[in-house]
C-alpha cells in the first residue's frame, strides 16, 4: 500500500533577491509555480536545470521592475527565455530559486499547543 500527500503537487511561491547598485541595493524578484517532488540524487544536471526538468518550475510574472532588458532597450515578459537569461547573467541565482522552492515546499514548524 502507497501513501501520498493530501496537499496540492503544484506550489506557487516567490523568488526575491537584490543586487547591489553602485553604493545601494536594488530589490528585484518574480512568481514561479512548480510542483513538488522527490529529492533526487546522483543527477549531472545543473540547480537550473534540476528546478526545469524534476520540479517543472515555470517563471510566471515578475514581481516590480525586471532585472534584465533585452538588446533593443525592452523589457522582456516573465517566462522560460527571462529565467534562462537571469540564469546566465546571475550564476548564484539557480542556488537562491532553489532554497525558495525548498523552503515553499516543505513543511513550516508551528509554535504553540
Request: a negative charge; charged letters at 40%.
Given at each position: 500500500m502507497g501513501y501520498r500527500l493530501v496537499v496540492s503537487k503544484e506550489i506557487e511561491f516567490?523568488?526575491?533577491f537584490s543586487l547591489r547598485d553602485g553604493a545601494g541595493e536594488k530589490e528585484f524578484g518574480f512568481r514561479a509555480v512548480a510542483v513538488r517532488t522527490e529529492p533526487a540524487a546522483n543527477l549531472k544536471v545543473t540547480?537550473?536545470?534540476y528546478l526545469e526538468q524534476h520540479c517543472a518550475l515555470r517563471m510566471v510574472s515578475w514581481i516590480g521592475e525586471a532585472p534584465i532588458e533585452k538588446d533593443?532597450?525592452?523589457k522582456p515578459e516573465a517566462g522560460a527565455?527571462?529565467?534562462a537569461a537571469l540564469y546566465a547573467l546571475i550564476p548564484t541565482l539557480p542556488g537562491l530559486v532553489l532554497g525558495a522552492y525548498t523552503e515553499a515546499a516543505g513543511p513550516k514548524a508551528k509554535l504553540g499547543n
Open positions: 516567490e523568488v526575491r540547480v537550473g536545470e533593443d532597450g525592452g527565455e527571462a529565467l
